[in-house]
């Protein structure tokens, strides 16, 4: 056995904290949505050491059949620029490489020691980014091995695992779902993106390579209460139930369209990640037509591999900090409502966090229906 103080400092069962890196294409890369497989991340500190990248490549080698998407990656966390410019870490086949320019990788994996001197070795994580195992750097092919004898993701814990969310039928009537759609198609769906942190800011982004969606939002004051009124009634409760939290707070009225026509998706995220969302708690995933259109399924990539579509008029609800990912619609057209639900502690938490919005994305969060309202209690029904 390597002496300890010489490898990275977790221990099986810790998970690592989320942290953001570069990588080729990507300057914020977000290292917790590679959940959903097994992860073995390799340190290794100056390749130029000699004869190293010749006994790392030998330990992996032979087992690169394992490496993709569906069941193992690697990934190399960068620490040394002259590793860089001389191209000795490239992205391959099952491969990524993560430039650890601010040392957020290796605090994550605490694989610095008290005087500073880098702690390289391989550490295997579960597909939900708990510590597997811990190998020092010269024990490559011992930390392989024990990769390829896994089993596959979905069974790695021994028992069938289920995404801690809550699925309730009956929130919306099937004439109210339509009066939704009908909204929809009146106002007509602009091209939706994501928030990220850039230079501090939070920005807006579009790219259809992680999402391709398009959102109208409800600018119908009389339509808004009536939206309120039935969550206030048949959402809200349950989510008290379940989570005994209390939300009194909503974001967004917002009805979204996944289309088949651009294979309609939003790749694995979060929704809670930047400054300006770090306030949202729970999301809520309403299908208005479920079972007009393939595809589109939620799933949640560190609870395995099963998907899930509420009902027409139903919900998911689901942590803004869970991993998701809504699967590309295959055939016909998906509308969903898709609000965020806080509380008022959280709501400081948003006044706070609209300071790093740029400009243009406060414009539009003061001037937009994207309000937040409160979610007070409604003296006109749900009719």
């Given at each position: ?50 004869g190293?990248?010749?006994?790392l ?13 569906d069941h ?54 579960d ?14 092919a ?13 069974d790695?814990?021994g028992v069938?695992t ?5 699925v309730l ?17 009146a ?38 209460t ?9 959402l809200?409760?349950?989510i ?57 399924e ?10 899930y ?41 948003r ?12 414009a539009?969060a ?18």
């Open positions: 056995m390597p002496n300890s103080s010489r490898m990275p400092g977790v221990t099986p069962g810790e998970p690592i904290p989320s942290f953001h890196a570069r990588a080729a294409g990507n300057p914020r890369f977000a290292f917790d949505t590679t959940a959903g497989r097994w992860l073995m991340v390799l340190i290794p500190g100056l390749l130029a050491q000699p190293l990248a010749q006994r490549a030998a330990a992996i080698t032979p087992h690169a059949g394992l490496l993709r998407l193992a990656y690697l990934l190399v966390i960068g620490t040394d620029a002259e590793d860089e410019l001389a191209g000795r870490m490239t992205d391959g086949p099952g491969r990524r490489v993560l430039w650890d320019d601010d040392g957020s990788a290796r605090r994550a994996f605490r694989a610095e020691g008290a005087d500073g001197a880098l702690r390289p070795g391989w550490v295997l994580l597909p939900m980014l708990r510590v597997f195992g811990v190998w020092g750097l010269e024990q490559g011992e930390a392989m091995a024990t990769l390829a004898a896994l089993p596959p993701p979905a790695h814990a069938p289920h995404a801690p969310i809550l039928p009956r929130i919306f009537e099937p004439d109210f779902c339509r009066r939704l759609i009908a909204e929809y198609e106002v007509g769906g602009g091209e939706s993106g994501f928030m990220r942190d850039e230079g501090g800011r939070t920005v807006g982004v579009m790219d259809p390579g992680h999402k391709r969606r398009k959102d109208a939002f409800i600018t119908d004051e009389a339509l808004r009536q939206i309120r009124a039935r969550l206030n009634a048949r809200i409760p349950e008290r139930r379940a989570f005994q939290y209390n939300v009194t707070r909503l974001e967004r009225y917002v009805v979204a369209c996944y289309d088949a026509a651009d294979q309609g998706f939003f790749r694995a995220h979060r929704d809670n990640t930047t400054k300006a969302t770090a306030h949202r708690r729970f999301a809520v995933t309403m299908n208005l037509n479920t079972g007009e259109y393939e595809g589109g939620l799933s949640f990539p560190e609870f395995g591999p099963q998907t579509k509420a009902p027409a008029g139903g919900a998911v609800v689901f942590s803004c900090s869970l991993l998701h990912e809504a699967r590309p619609v295959t055939r016909g057209r998906r509308y969903a409502f898709l609000p965020f639900l806080y509380d008022d502690a959280a709501a400081a938490i006044e706070e966090g609209a300071k790093f919005l740029d400009q243009k994305e406060a539009s003061a001037d937009s229906a994207e309000a937040h309202q409160p979610m007070r209690a409604e003296t006109t029904g749900a009719a």
